[in-house]
């Protein structure tokens, strides 16, 4: 049985927790991509990682959704260090996602990791709504 899920973050491709490196890297079936899509939602910095804070104000975080069994679930879960019924910093959710990409359209439901707002802390809110570009641009305007 496929799941669907939505990644935002470092799981995206060519990020340091790429999904599709990830799966192969344990042997795992491949991601399928579906497509690039946005949640609502808001981006926080942590500085080598996001965190997405749901909210329901029309923001909206840019992402790709990907068809996966459920054994690239349960890496995810390693990943963003998630455990069912314990206080983590990412929290697996339901979502729906609204697919973005040329002939596209609609929403999927989607397994993601938003961040529990209490575990926020000092991370910042960005700008934007693609990590990603984000990322890119603070990099880059770090550069001498």
Known sequence: MSIYVFVYGTLRA???NDLSRAAAA???P???HVGPASVPGMLVDFGDWPGLIPVDDGRRVRGDVFRV?????ALMDEIEEYQPDTPC???RRTVLARLEGPGQGGLVSCQY???DPALRAAAVEIAGDDWIVHRRS???SDSP
């Open 138 to 140: 603070r990099t880059t």
């Open 89 to 91: 910093c990412f929290v």
């Open 30 to 32: 491949p991601a399928s």
């Open 14 to 16: 060519g990020e340091i």
């Open 26 to 28: 344990r042997g795992l």
């Open 69 to 73: 069994e459920p054994a690239l679930v």
């Open 113 to 115: 990791y938003p961040i």
